[in-house]
């Protein structure tokens, strides 16, 4: 029957994607008229994923109801509302949106047969035009805002869980933000509040203010700082024990009063023969002095854009690591990543891994190699060789010297003593059928390393599959 309803929704789903391709491409404008716009957004999707040895099977064990085998479709929707009221060269805007989300099955936290209904973007703001080259943006509201790469600041609402969609991950926007954007040409400069939309479930109050500035010449051409101070939070933090020897104490309400100050930017250093070879780096210190807290983390990217090879390929290598709290000393080491953006063309740290390890005490070695066999398809390999950064130290948070369970869910609870933790293959395809429209899909392989298998014997080679459909206007 489960089978059955899967199917009915995706033919739906996908008759639905057909309607609204056909229609006209100004088919949400409400209303239009001197220059004063209320104008509907929608975008919406259907994902079917397929795992088989989930966490390399480590949780198929009897005693456990959990099923490392499992497949389930995510659904959501997104629509919207904004308007615009133009004052002379400057304007008032504002936007409302909602996302319904849904699982059918049972997904790789063994949540299933849920979802929610939340309140996504709700802002309103005034753009002022100083001058033709400069103006500045004040906003207050639920709305998206990324800073630089990602690194830090990027994902301000959670998905998954009893939300449903944890793949899609369709919630973007902090719950509250005050935001002020100063542009000048290529300059910007935000100063800003930020309260993120968390679960019910695991709400642990956070709040965070801070600023941010950028050169962008263009989207492969930029380099940035941020800082940002943590004023408020509940969220836990694990301490290593002595000499890793142990569980790790849990330091209650850790991150309160963190500061970060970090850098970004990429380039293409070179003219003439080299032209196409570029370089990215990000880098990020952490410190918190009620905590004695020093911590750092950053990434470094090499690639080279064979635009006169058929097919375009672009083979970038990306080398990045992760503090780990050193069980030897009394201070904390480890990184907190905060809010990244987790998809595998930015911050996660593998593809199967990056479900079970954060970017904390980590360290990986990456190869990406994506080829255009037309304008509309785009292939992308990636592998990944990720090791633990601090033996004995956890990898995140409740990781450390053995794997318990927790609903169903591995963990490793004292840290390791051999750092290689796995290594993982990702295939992804993308198809650009319009501009509204996009198809996904990838298949992934992940084995344990060293680290792991050392601790847990023997595990199994953790594959798994997606396809997706979505579409944004």
Do not use: C
């Not at 395809?429 to 899909?441: D, G, I, Q």
């Amino acid at each position: 029957m489960k089978a059955l309803r899967t199917k009915i929704i995706t033919i739906i789903s996908l008759s639905l994607f057909g309607v609204i391709e056909a229609q006209e491409t100004d088919f949400l404008t409400v209303y239009k008229s001197e220059g004063i716009q209320i104008q509907g957004y929608l975008q919406f999707g259907v994902n079917a994923v397929a795992e088989t040895n989930l966490f390399w099977n480590l949780a198929d064990v009897p005693e456990l109801d959990y099923d490392s085998d499992t497949q389930w479709l995510e659904s959501y929707a997104k629509p919207g509302l904004g308007f615009t009221i133009p004052v002379g060269k400057s304007k008032f805007y504002g936007r409302v949106s909602v996302v319904w989300s849904s699982t059918l099955g049972t997904d790789a936290f063994d949540e299933g047969d849920t979802g929610r209904f939340t309140l996504e973007e709700s802002h309103v703001g005034y753009l002022f035009a100083i001058n033709e080259h400069s103006s500045l943006d004040l906003s207050v509201g639920g709305r998206e805002l990324k800073l630089g790469t990602g690194m830090l600041i990027a994902n301000g609402g959670v998905s998954g869980f009893e939300r449903g969609a944890l793949k899609f991950g369709p919630r973007k926007a902090w719950e509250m933000s005050a935001i002020g954007h100063y542009n000048n040409k290529n300059f910007n400069a935000r100063a800003f509040y930020l309260d993120p939309n968390e679960l019910p479930s695991n709400d642990t109050k956070n709040e965070i203010v801070g600023f941010d500035a950028n050169w962008t010449a263009s989207p492969n051409k930029f380099f940035g700082l941020s800082y940002l101070n943590v004023i408020r939070s509940e969220a836990p933090y694990p301490q290593a024990a002595p000499g890793g020897d142990g569980p790790p104490e849990i330091v209650a309400g850790g991150r309160e009063d963190l500061n970060a100050l970090s850098f970004y930017g990429k380039t293409y250093p070179f003219k003439g023969k080299f032209k196409d070879f570029f370089t990215a780096l990000d880098f990020a210190y952490q410190w918190n002095e009620r905590l004695d807290l020093n911590a750092w983390g950053g990434r470094a990217q090499l690639g080279y854009d064979f635009k006169k090879i058929k097919w375009s390929p672009t083979l970038m290598a990306t080398y990045q690591i992760f503090s780990g709290d050193d069980p030897d000393t009394p201070g904390l080491e480890r990184f907190d990543p905060l809010y990244y953006e987790g998809s595998p063309s930015a911050w996660s740290t593998g593809s199967k891994s990056s479900m079970v390890f954060i970017n904390s005490n980590l360290r990986s070695f990456m190869l990406s190699l994506r080829v255009m066999p037309s304008q509309k398809d785009i292939l992308t390999l990636r592998y990944a060789s990720i090791a633990a950064q601090q033996l004995r130290s956890p990898i995140q948070f409740g990781q450390a010297a053995r794997v318990e369970f927790s609903d169903g869910i591995p963990t490793v609870v004292s840290g390791v003593t051999e750092a290689n933790l796995a290594n993982d293959i990702f295939l992804e395809y993308n198809r650009v059928v319009n501009r509204n429209l996009f198809v996904n899909a990838g298949f992934a392989f992940s084995f344990a390393g060293d680290g792991i298998n050392n601790i847990v014997g023997e595990t199994a080679a953790w594959s798994g599959a997606f396809v997706n459909v979505v579409f944004n206007y």
